[in-house]
């Protein structure tokens, strides 16, 4: 016959080591969406960089037209600083949702004043936008689309983590939280 003490003692061993597997996926989780926003963050900073480096020279002698400044083109360097700004802080808190949804607003913000930049440039009311930046723009665009699908996907394996029983304890317990991600473009 099995001593009681002895069944403590295995269902107290299961429990430990389940409790030290459930935990170390929880933070595996998180890991892996704290590097996919890392992932995600490099593709971010080259808009930054393509209104900066823009704003100051033109590309070719051909662009020159791209120097004068309009309203437009302050309201892309401001939208671009609370985009940088926006993109620090969620870097140093990658899966706290008032950072991420405040990135996402600053990214449409941006998103808006290059577009209206580019329809003054494409109108002939303000300086066009050189070939070369627009090229940049787009690609930096095409890389920012897969960077956070995976990026949302990281979160949401950790979320789901978060919340199945009886991890959500040992979650509670540590103070895993869950996550926002960015909204992924169609």
Known sequence: MISESFLWWSLAAVLL???VGAYNRLVRLR???LR???ALATPMQRYAEIVQFGSAIPVSPADTAFIAPTQAWAGLQGAQAQFSASLAVARSRPLDGAAINALAAADTVLQMAWLRVATEGATGTGPVLPDTA???WNEARQ???PAAQSFAQAVHSYNAAINQFPAMLLAWLFGFRTA????TDP
Do not use: G, K, N
């Not at 926002?180 to 909204?183: A, F, V, Y």
């Open 180 to 183: 926002t991600s960015l909204p």
């Open 143 to 145: 890389q920012i689309r």
């Open 36 to 38: 996919s926003f890392s």
């Open 17 to 19: 080591f389940w409790s």
């Open 134 to 136: 627009q090229a940049q």
């Open 31 to 33: 890991s892996l969406a």
